[in-house]
């Protein structure tokens, strides 16, 4: 057994008649810690030890079981009945833990420790690495320098110690599975050759320290290092759907980022990836070799079921590779491809299905770029992007303050995770498209109509047109290399990314719909909606009935009418339409045409106070909006009776008061006045 070869270091001791009563060991904040516990006597071999915090003894761990490593979270026991010690090990240690000990068996005999925590250099280091069977993996364990002339000691989790380097040794033989080698100046290095699928596990880096007396000795372990060893070859079963996508996403070890990499369809030729970091088409098979992230990203569209096979994506050279096991099944359950509509800094629900039987699956969206491979939306964007499950197989998806930049093509669908590969089968394509908000103008007043555009069109000529840009029916309104035209001006603001058009002396014929354009690449709608000067106003008594007529401003047989409430016309007609053209009869509602009049009536029956407030009469043709806005004012009509009578009850009491008074003042002059020619005569 190679634990015989441990050797503990031995720091601080009691002794009394030659018994070693208490001693001090030395841990290391973030590592590990193990010593051992020597037995009074021979006799205490098979009674229960235990290691515990001396207040109270609530923490700790103790064992009746022999040559048998027993845990307790942090803590772990080991009791070797041939040794006359157990052993006590200590994992992820904090300043915390700092304090004193004990340890013994629970009938005759105990040992204090102190156990000291320190903040040393390279302390707690951890770090996980990735290899292949076959491969040679070599760990560095830096350590402080007051340590170079001791024992070094490379020890396995669970499994006990692998390897020891006696202090007056440089390093091992090289035939040797696991080789240690010591700079003798800060750090050692280990060696394992020739991994097998069983040398995957925790390994730890630790240092000997030594004391007065070399039976009790202890070990500071310092680094631990978590190796994960995989097999060369995996294999994965991936689906797909006909006529839909796939999207693979091949992982590989960092130190292979470098190296070529490539996909192989069942026996036919290696397709070997010659650029790195872009997009490389052959055939239906697009691929991408991140080297970043020592990835091979496989996107393959429009699939059939002759896509389906056996592929191999792999590093070429060194041969390490993954089968891919694709199935290709025939499907129409899933919705078809859909159009959608989101407004500039409000929020979109995009509805997808997956999959249940493929079992454990994540929900996924992407999108697509110039190249029409739908790549996934970057982390700094995930953030705004909601997913819930609505119903069995179905999810949404909710994208929250949408951007210009958000309009383009997603799909969405089921994501599978493998170690070795994730894969993404895409079922549900969206044609998202973005708008501005409407821009509300007053006839006879201006309007300023706003276009974002993307940092690299800033030094290209942006144009705002009345209809889409570039197309027959388009009206060219300005361009941003245009000089100001008549009630037309225009600023580009290229640090902002904003250019901004400012429409004066506004008339019912400019509402309608707006393109911000930059060539034919990038357009960007908005709509223009104008409100009349005159309003119209109307009061009415509660329980009673109003008509209010609006006036038609364009003569068209196409005008769509409404009439809606909401402070906002714009978000009136969207979530506030009473009646209108389709829906003439509303509850207490009703509109009706008089075409020969120019008008179009609303009816209120049975009013309420609660009907009093601004509503708008609207008419649109192809998305053009003329609104006239509505003042209604519903008042209590008996209340207004008693008001008036009361009021003039009051009057009538406050004249026949003002004459008693004006009659009682005059009594009183009378009365001065005599007096004072009373006593004025005699004289």
Same mark, same amino acid.
């Given at each position: 057994?190679?634990?015989?070869?441990?050797?503990?270091?031995?720091?601080?001791?009691?002794?009394?008649?030659?018994?070693?009563?208490?001693?001090?060991?030395?841990? #290391?904040? +973030?590592?590990?810690?193990?010593?051992?516990?020597?037995?009074?006597?021979?006799?205490?071999?098979?009674?229960?030890?235990?290691?515990?915090?001396?207040?109270?003894?609530?923490?700790?761990?103790?064992?009746?079981?022999?040559?048998?490593?027993?845990?307790?979270?942090?803590?772990?026991?080991?009791?070797?009945?041939?040794?006359?010690?157990?052993?006590?090990?200590?994992?992820?240690?904090?300043?915390?833990? !700092?304090?004193?000990?004990?340890?013994? !068996?629970?009938?005759?005999?105990?040992?204090?420790?102190?156990?000291?925590?320190?903040?040393?250099?390279?302390?707690?280091?951890?770090?996980?690495?990735?290899?292949?069977? &076959?491969?040679?993996?070599?760990?560095? #364990?830096?350590?402080?320098?007051?340590?170079?002339?001791?024992?070094? %000691?490379?020890?396995?989790?669970?499994?006990?110690? %692998?390897?020891?380097?006696?202090?007056?040794?440089?390093?091992?033989?090289?035939?040797?599975?696991?080789?240690?080698?010591?700079?003798?100046?800060?750090?050692?290095?280990?060696?394992?050759?020739?991994?097998?699928?069983?040398?995957?596990?925790?390994?730890? #880096?630790? %240092?000997?320290?030594?004391?007065?007396?070399?039976?009790?000795?202890?070990?500071?372990?310092?680094?631990?290092?978590?190796?994960? /060893?995989?097999?060369?070859?995996?294999?994965?079963?991936?689906?797909?759907?006909? =006529?839909?996508?796939?999207?693979?996403?091949?992982?590989?070890?960092?130190?292979?980022?470098?190296?070529?990499?490539?996909?192989?369809?069942?026996? =036919?030729?290696?397709?070997?990836?010659?650029?790195?970091?872009?997009? /490389?088409?052959?055939?239906?098979?697009?691929?991408?070799?991140?080297?970043?992230?020592?990835?091979?990203?496989?996107?393959?569209?429009?699939?059939?079921?002759?896509?389906?096979?056996?592929?191999?994506?792999?590093?070429?050279?060194?041969?390490?590779?993954?089968?891919?096991?694709?199935?290709?099944?025939? %499907?129409?359950?899933?919705?078809?491809?859909?159009?959608?509509?989101?407004?500039?800094?409000?929020?979109?629900?995009?509805?997808?299905?997956?999959?249940?039987?493929? +079992?454990?699956?994540?929900?996924?969206?992407?999108?697509?770029?110039?190249?029409?491979?739908?790549?996934?939306?970057?982390?700094?964007?995930?953030?705004?992007?909601?997913?819930?499950?609505?119903?069995?197989?179905?999810?949404?998806?909710?994208?929250?303050?949408?951007?210009?930049?958000?309009?383009?093509?997603?799909?969405?669908?089921?994501?599978?995770?493998?170690?070795?590969?994730?894969?993404?089968?895409?079922?549900?394509?969206?044609?998202?498209?973005?708008?501005?908000?409407?821009?509300?103008?007053?006839?006879?007043?201006?309007?300023?109509?706003?276009?974002?555009?993307?940092?690299?069109?800033?030094?290209?000529?942006?144009?705002?047109?009345?209809?889409? #840009?570039?197309?027959?029916?388009?009206?060219?309104?300005?361009?941003?290399?245009?000089?100001?035209?008549?009630?037309?001006?225009?600023?580009?603001?290229?640090?902002?990314?904003?250019?901004? /058009?400012?429409?004066?002396?506004?008339?019912?014929?400019?509402?309608?719909?707006?393109?911000?354009?930059?060539?034919?690449?990038?357009?960007?709608?908005?709509?223009?909606?104008?409100?009349?000067?005159?309003?119209?106003?109307?009061?009415?008594?509660?329980?009673?009935?109003?008509?209010?007529?609006?006036?038609?401003?364009?003569?068209?047989?196409?005008?769509?009418?409404?009439?809606?409430? &909401?402070?906002?016309?714009?978000?009136?007609?969207? !979530?506030?339409?009473?009646?209108?053209?389709?829906?003439?009869?509303?509850?207490?509602?009703?509109?009706?045409?008089?075409?020969?009049?120019?008008?179009?009536?609303?009816?209120?029956?049975?009013?309420?106070?609660?009907?009093? +407030?601004?509503?708008?009469?609207?008419?649109?043709?192809?998305?053009?909006?003329?609104?006239?806005?509505?003042?209604?004012?519903?008042?209590?009509?008996?209340?207004?009776?008693?008001?008036?009578?009361?009021?003039?009850?009051?009057?009538?009491?406050?004249?026949?008061?003002?004459?008693?008074?004006?009659?009682?003042?005059?009594?009183?002059?009378?009365?001065?006045?005599?007096?004072?020619?009373?006593?004025?005569?005699?004289?």
């Amino acid at each position: 057994m190679r634990a015989a070869i441990i050797i503990f270091i031995f720091i601080t001791l009691c002794l009394i008649s030659g018994q070693v009563l208490c001693f001090r060991v030395f841990g #290391c904040a +973030g590592g590990s810690l193990m010593f051992k516990c020597l037995y009074k006597n021979q006799n205490d071999q098979h009674k229960e030890k235990y290691f515990c915090r001396r207040r109270g003894c609530i923490s700790g761990i103790s064992s009746e079981l022999q040559r048998r490593w027993v845990y307790n979270g942090r803590f772990a026991l080991y009791d070797d009945e041939n040794s006359r010690f157990f052993t006590v090990f200590i994992r992820n240690l904090s300043r915390e833990d !700092d304090g004193k000990y004990t340890c013994g !068996d629970n009938q005759t005999w105990s040992r204090d420790v102190d156990l000291e925590v320190n903040r040393e250099s390279g302390c707690g280091t951890s770090v996980i690495r990735d290899k292949y069977v &076959g491969q040679t993996i070599t760990f560095l #364990c830096e350590y402080d320098h007051e340590f170079k002339t001791h024992t070094k %000691v490379f020890y396995r989790l669970k499994e006990g110690p %692998v390897h020891v380097l006696n202090s007056s040794q440089s390093s091992q033989s090289s035939e040797e599975k696991i080789i240690l080698s010591d700079s003798h100046e800060d750090h050692f290095n280990v060696t394992i050759r020739h991994i097998s699928a069983d040398d995957g596990g925790v390994y730890l #880096c630790g %240092v000997e320290r030594y004391g007065s007396d070399p039976s009790i000795t202890h070990i500071t372990f310092i680094k631990e290092i978590q190796l994960n /060893v995989y097999s060369r070859i995996a294999s994965v079963q991936v689906q797909a759907y006909s =006529s839909k996508s796939v999207f693979i996403t091949c992982k590989f070890l960092q130190e292979f980022r470098r190296n070529k990499k490539f996909i192989q369809k069942d026996s =036919s030729q290696k397709i070997i990836v010659d650029e790195q970091n872009q997009w /490389v088409r052959h055939d239906k098979v697009h691929m991408y070799d991140d080297s970043s992230e020592g990835l091979l990203k496989v996107f393959i569209s429009d699939l059939t079921e002759e896509d389906g096979g056996t592929y191999r994506c792999g590093v070429n050279i060194v041969h390490l590779f993954t089968d891919v096991k694709l199935t290709v099944n025939q %499907v129409d359950h899933f919705r078809a491809s859909s159009k959608a509509s989101a407004v500039i800094g409000e929020s979109v629900k995009l509805t997808c299905d997956f999959p249940e039987k493929h +079992g454990e699956i994540f929900k996924h969206i992407c999108r697509e770029n110039e190249q029409k491979i739908c790549e996934s939306i970057s982390s700094s964007e995930q953030k705004r992007f909601e997913f819930s499950v609505s119903t069995a197989g179905v999810f949404t998806v909710i994208i929250s303050n949408v951007s210009e930049r958000d309009a383009g093509v997603y799909w969405c669908g089921a994501e599978t995770r493998d170690t070795h590969l994730t894969s993404v089968s895409l079922t549900n394509q969206h044609q998202l498209t973005v708008t501005m908000p409407p821009v509300v103008g007053r006839e006879g007043g201006s309007s300023e109509i706003k276009c974002p555009y993307n940092e690299k069109h800033s030094r290209e000529v942006k144009q705002l047109c009345k209809g889409k #840009c570039f197309t027959e029916d388009a009206q060219n309104i300005i361009r941003s290399d245009e000089a100001k035209k008549t009630k037309i001006s225009v600023k580009n603001e290229t640090e902002l990314n904003l250019f901004t /058009v400012t429409l004066s002396e506004l008339r019912a014929e400019d509402a309608g719909i707006y393109w911000c354009a930059v060539r034919d690449e990038f357009n960007l709608r908005t709509e223009l909606m104008i409100v009349m000067k005159d309003a119209v106003t109307r009061e009415a008594s509660v329980g009673g009935s109003v008509s209010i007529s609006c006036k038609f401003i364009r003569n068209h047989t196409s005008l769509q009418r409404s009439f809606c409430r &909401g402070d906002q016309p714009n978000i009136c007609v969207r !979530d506030g339409v009473r009646v209108s053209s389709n829906t003439r009869t509303n509850g207490r509602f009703s509109v009706t045409d008089e075409t020969s009049a120019g008008v179009f009536t609303v009816n209120i029956n049975n009013l309420t106070e609660e009907d009093s +407030g601004k509503y708008w009469c609207a008419e649109e043709s192809s998305g053009s909006y003329i609104f006239t806005e509505v003042h209604l004012r519903v008042i209590r009509g008996s209340s207004m009776i008693v008001a008036v009578s009361v009021g003039l009850i009051l009057l009538a009491v406050c004249l026949v008061l003002v004459d008693a008074a004006l009659a009682f003042s005059n009594e009183e002059i009378d009365s001065d006045y005599t007096t004072v020619i009373y006593h004025i005569v005699p004289n």
